[in-house]
Structures are given as C-alpha cells and as structure tokens.
C-alpha cells in the first residue's frame, strides 16, 4: 500500500498533502484535548503507534512498480484510541517506514490519506456499525481490520490511477496529473 517517492507526479503529491495535513491538524487537536483529561492516554498512544509501525512494516511486494501490500493495523488503532489521533499515529510511523525505503517522503501524503485516513475511518465506521447491530466485539474488530485494509488498497490503487494515468483523472473531473 505504500507508495514510493518518484511514482506520483508533483501535483498529485501536493494534493494529498493538503488532504492529509487537514487530518493531521485535527488529530493533533484531539491528542491534545485527550492528554489533557486523561495523561495516561499518552502511553496508550505509543503503544497504539509501536503496533501500526510493526504491523504495517511486513510487506508483501505487488506486481505493480513503485507499491506493495500489507495489512495496516489502523482499524484497531482507532477503535482504541480513537480515528483523529490514529491518524496522527500513521502519520509517524509512514515517517519511520520512509526511513526503511517503505514509502517515501513525497508521497507522505497519499501514503497518510489512503492507511492513515481512509484505511482507519472506514475501519473505524465498520466497527461501530458492526457493534451497534450487537455482533461481538471480536467478530466486528475484525470485520473492520478486513475493510478498512480493502478500502486502503483501493485508495492506493485510485492515487496511483489519477497520476500515472491523466484521462482517469479527466473522468471525475479532477486534476489532469
């Protein structure tokens, strides 16, 4: 699901930054206010960040150049310290996972949008859902792993579609790459 530096066009980069960055702000908010009423959240976030560092290191290479696969850990993220704050903590271990030539700095912001954003809101959502028609907590905590990774995939997929290839983007009505 990472995407390497060099494969999205500066345009699209920027974009995705500015998405991510918006997200970013909010969670730092969040973390803020949390820390705040409650200091013993702060290591519950370390710990919460540790685990989508390790969990979204292991990489399973996809026949498609500048990407790969892995699972992403920010559904169980959020469902125990929260969506905001989950992206705050994506966004650092995408920092670290750069680092490792697992992503890359430029694309920081898709990389973000597509694990820290849509991977952990979806999953966050499943699992909310799942839980208010009384599935039980294991079976919805699993149920949003599984989407949440899906749907960070497909929005790997759709940034990389909307900068390698300009006539994607001219379908919706976005900006030609």
């Known amino acids: 699901m990472h995407i390497s530096d060099g494969i999205l066009s500066t345009q699209w980069c920027i974009v995705w930054y500015a998405v991510a960055l918006v997200f970013v702000a909010l969670g730092i908010r969040e973390i803020k206010r949390r820390i705040e009423e409650t200091p013993s959240y702060m290591p519950l976030l370390a710990l919460m960040g540790a685990a989508i560092f390790v ?23 959020a469902i125990i310290v929260g969506p905001f704050a989950t992206v705050v903590l994506s966004a650092i271990a995408l920092i670290f996972h750069a680092f490792l030539a ?18 952990t809101f979806t999953g966050y959502g499943t699992y909310v859902l799942l839980r208010k028609v009384n599935l039980s907590v294991w079976l919805a905590a699993g149920m949003a792993g599984f989407i949440g990774d899906i749907l960070c995939y ?24």
Do not use: Q, R, Y
């Open 102 to 119: 697992h992503g890359g700095i430029t694309t920081l912001g898709a990389n973000t949008v597509s694990m820290g954003i849509v991977g």
């Open 55 to 77: 969990i979204a290191v292991w990489h399973i290479p996809v026949p498609v150049t500048g990407s790969c696969s892995h699972p992403i850990g920010t559904p169980m993220s």
């Open 154 to 177: 497909l929005t790997t997929a759709m940034e990389l579609a909307l900068s390698i290839n300009p006539g994607f983007a001219k379908l919706g009505g976005a900006i030609d790459g």
